[in-house]
């Protein structure tokens, strides 16, 4: 079983890689001057991707990341419903976040704003 999961997880991490790439690729581009590297590498990868719409868009940008979102609920369907530790650790999660979703929320808070003023800072580092 627990091979097995592994092999499901592993599967999943290559199918979902070229999708993961292109998003990855479409963020750096604009981080920069489309003449530096890495925006010109990115440029070239979107490209690759827009200049082949069967393959890119319908093949690696639909098809692979809807594979695994089928694989992934199977997967997670059958561990759920096998394993009881699973669902009590669910539980005591659930609880846990009940508990504290006051502090939670000001860290998710605090990590957006972080994010925010990096994303804000790179602008200005670019112009």
């Known amino acids: 079983m627990k091979k097995l999961r592994r092999s499901i997880a592993a599967a999943e991490l290559l199918l979902i890689f070229p999708a993961a790439l292109f998003m ?4 750096v581009r604009n981080l920069q001057p489309l003449q530096y590297e890495p925006a010109h590498t990115a440029e070239l990868i979107v490209s690759w991707y ?3 719409p069967r393959i890119g868009l319908w093949g690696l940008l639909i098809a692979l990341p809807l594979t695994v979102l089928v694989i992934g609920c199977g997967a997670l369907l059958r561990s759920w419903s096998a394993d009881v530790e699973l669902r009590q650790t669910a539980r005591d999660m659930l609880a ?5 979703l006051v502090t939670l929320m000001i ?21």
């Open 50 to 52: 827009a200049l082949r």
């Open 96 to 100: 846990a976040i009940r508990r504290h």
């Open 107 to 127: 860290a998710g808070a605090t990590v957006t704003a972080g994010g925010v003023l990096a994303i804000v800072a790179l602008h200005l580092l670019t112009d």
């Open 24 to 27: 990855t690729a479409l963020f």
